[in-house]
C-alpha cells in the first residue's frame, strides 16, 4: 500500500526565511507525487506535481520540490517566506488508478 | 469559472438525521471523489466515481452512501447520521484517473452532527 509521511504537523518561519516541509513516501514503483495548499476556509489547491518527467519540479508562488528516489523524498521548500504563505501544506502520493493518499498535513506559520 | 461547487458549505445535524451533500462540476470531468478532512489524518477516500452511474467505495465508506446521476453532479449521502461523522467534506474531480492527474477540489462543507 502506498503511503505518505510528512515530518512535523506544524513550521513556524519568520517572514524572509527558508520554508522546507519534510515528505516520505513509500513506494516500490516510481509514484506519482503532489504537493496541495490550503489555505483557511478554502479547497485544496495544487501547488505542484512530479511525474517523472524532471526531479526538480516548480510550482506555483516560488514553490519547488525535488524527488529523491535513493531518499524515497519529495520535500517542497520556498528560498523566501512570505506573510500568505501562511496555509496547510499536504503531501499526496497516487499510484492506484483512483486514489490520492494523502500525509496528514503541515500547518505553516509565518512570523513578521 | 466555477470549478467544482459544494452545497451546503455548513450544517449541523442531530445524531440520527439524513442529509445529502452536493457537488457539481462544471468542467466535464470523467472522475469524481468524495473525501473527508480530519485533524492530524489528512483527507480520506469516502467513495468516488469513474464516470456517469459508477460508484465505488473507498477507504472509509461505512456510513454513506453515493449516486453520480448525471456526469457533473456526485451525492454523498448520510442516512443516518453519527458523531463520528462531523467533518469537513471535500469534493474533487479530474479529467484522467486522479494519481497522475490533479484533482480540482471545491470549498468543502462543515458538517457538524450533534
Known amino acids: 500500500a502506498q503511503s505518505v509521511t510528512q515530518l512535523g504537523s506544524h513550521v513556524s518561519v519568520s517572514e524572509g526565511a527558508l520554508v522546507l516541509l519534510r515528505c516520505n513516501y513509500s513506494?516500490?514503483?516510481?509514484?506519482?507525487l503532489f504537493w496541495y495548499v490550503q489555505y483557511p476556509n478554502q479547497g485544496l489547491q495544487l501547488l505542484l506535481k512530479?511525474?517523472?518527467?524532471?526531479?526538480l519540479v516548480k510550482g506555483i508562488n516560488g514553490f519547488e520540490a525535488e524527488f529523491k528516489k535513493s531518499e524515497t523524498s519529495f520535500h517542497l521548500t520556498k528560498p523566501s517566506a512570505h506573510m500568505s504563505d501562511a496555509a496547510e501544506y499536504f503531501c499526496a502520493v497516487g499510484l492506484s488508478d483512483y486514489k490520492l493518499s494523502f500525509g496528514a498535513g503541515t500547518t505553516v506559520t509565518v512570523r513578521a | 469559472n466555477a470549478g467544482v461547487t459544494q452545497t451546503p458549505k455548513f450544517r449541523v445535524l442531530k445524531t440520527g438525521q439524513s442529509m445529502t451533500l452536493l457537488c457539481a462540476q462544471d468542467m466535464n470531468h470523467e472522475y469524481m471523489y468524495w473525501y473527508r478532512q480530519d485533524p492530524g489524518m489528512g483527507l480520506r477516500l469516502i467513495h468516488y466515481s469513474v464516470g456517469e452511474g459508477t460508484t465505488a467505495k473507498g477507504e472509509v465508506p461505512d456510513g454513506y452512501n453515493v449516486s453520480r446521476l448525471k456526469k457533473q453532479n456526485f451525492l454523498l449521502g448520510l442516512e443516518s447520521a453519527a458523531p463520528s461523522q462531523t467533518s469537513v467534506y471535500f469534493c474533487?474531480?479530474?479529467?484522467?484517473?486522479?494519481?497522475?492527474?490533479?484533482?480540482?477540489f471545491g470549498q468543502g462543507t462543515r458538517l457538524t452532527v450533534v
Open positions: 513506494s516500490s514503483v516510481p509514484p506519482y
Open positions: 474533487a474531480s479530474s479529467s484522467e484517473r486522479t494519481a497522475q492527474i490533479e484533482a480540482f
Open positions: 512530479y511525474t517523472s518527467a524532471a526531479t
